[in-house]
């Protein structure tokens, strides 16, 4: 049924949807709206779940991870800093190979303090073990919690999943969504049955100390699992579109005009949306360029994003994060998906655009394609403002 809903209440519903036993949140710009509405829920017996009202986000996670631990599906949701204050526990989850979704709602990281968007946050913590999907739209943020619960749970993954979607243009943003019924998410994702959990009448311990000998094989175990993932994805997916109607083809990346394209940006989230009405714009004056949009981003699909990209002669990566002193992150991985290959584009350029919420216009997209032309650009910062860039060196 196609409701007009905010991002952040449209990830509430999915939410409820998917009945999870415990949610626990501390409230942090710009994802509050999200565990206000799912507090809401419990307190009018919507949802038959129990809200875990905490001093912290570190303690957040930490309830969560305690009652994914005990066989019980769990939700969390934070942000920027908060999610930086998880990060010890955020590694601990994935590390003891426990199932649960987190909605990260992307927002820049201090200093200087910025509430704005951009996707520093999640970037930061891609080596924490996590499964991270990026949404475009509002109905990519809640179809994907959905996905996230199904793939996490299952029996051959066991890995929690970063649910990664614009703060503001997203979770304030009000779109038309089609909105599941409760059948078809049961259908979809049956209730939770731990593989492992803690009981007393079957005692067991997680997260105990590994030396030497069995530390390097616990961490290589989740990174082959990842690879799991990998095939496990467009197997969901399919799933998901025979069920609902809505098709992600293989959920790890969209090629939007890839075919025949020249030029072609690489780039995640919202933006997507901008720089797709921009191709449309070229497309519609003859010139060949086109959108690969990455949503898979851990794990990152190096074999799927090379074979979209080999016959396209320029391409420009479009990074909303910033790995200062190096490349950016999102570029980085590009480059590295041509490593050693006979075939790759005669010109990879990387650009860094939206920090701290900045508006990425059509015109800024213009100027991307504009500048992918013969020469290489290491790292191009777009917009940025030479007035005070003075200041900052004065």
Not at 89 to 101: C, K, S, T, W, Y
């Amino acid at each position: 049924m196609k409701e007009f809903l905010e991002g952040s209440r449209a990830v509430a519903e999915i939410i409820k949807l998917c009945k999870p036993g415990v949610i626990s949140a501390y409230p942090i710009t710009p994802q509050t709206h999200i565990v206000e509405e799912l507090a809401q829920m419990v307190a009018n017996g919507e949802l038959s779940s129990q809200f875990i009202n905490v001093e912290s986000e570190h303690s957040a996670a930490s309830v969560v991870l305690g009652a994914s631990a005990t066989g019980v599906r769990t939700f969390t949701a934070t942000s920027s800093q908060g999610l930086f204050y998880m990060g010890e526990v955020i590694f601990n989850i994935a590390g003891v190979r426990l199932p649960l979704v987190m909605t990260c709602a992307n927002r820049a990281i201090s200093a200087p303090i910025n509430i704005w968007n951009d996707q520093q946050d999640s970037i930061s913590l891609r080596d924490a073990g996590w499964i991270q999907l990026y949404a475009e739209n509002v109905q990519e943020s809640a179809d994907f919690h959905l996905i996230g619960y199904r793939v996490s749970e299952d029996k051959s993954i066991m890995l929690p999943v970063m649910i990664c979607m614009d703060g503001f243009i997203l979770t304030h943003g009000i779109e038309s969504v089609d909105m599941p019924k409760q059948a078809q998410v049961d259908k979809f994702l049956p209730a939770y049955k731990a593989l492992y959990k803690l009981d007393p009448s079957e005692p067991l311990t997680m997260g105990i100390l590994a030396d030497p000998d069995y530390y390097m094989e616990a961490r290589y175990a989740i990174h082959a699992t990842f690879k799991d993932v990998l095939e496990l994805l467009p197997k969901v997916s399919q799933e998901f579109s025979d069920i609902f109607g809505r098709d992600y083809k293989d959920l790890l990346v969209e090629e939007y005009f890839t075919k025949d394209a020249e030029k072609v940006i690489v780039a995640m989230g919202s933006v997507c949306g901008t720089i797709k009405e921009v191709v449309d714009e070229l497309r519609a004056k003859g010139k060949k360029v086109g959108l690969l949009r990455i949503i898979s981003y851990r794990p990152f699909p190096y074999a799927r994003i090379y074979e979209a990209l080999k016959n396209v002669s320029k391409v420009a990566i479009l990074d909303k994060s910033v790995s200062l002193g190096a490349y950016a992150p999102l570029a980085s991985e590009i480059k590295s998906v041509f490593s050693n290959k006979k075939k790759l584009p005669k010109v990879i350029s990387s650009f860094v655009a939206g920090l701290g919420g900045r508006d990425i216009t059509l015109e800024s997209i213009r100027e991307i394609f504009r500048k992918l032309n013969a020469k290489e650009l290491v790292q191009e910062f777009i917009d940025l403002k030479p007035e005070l860039l003075k200041e900052q060196y004065e």
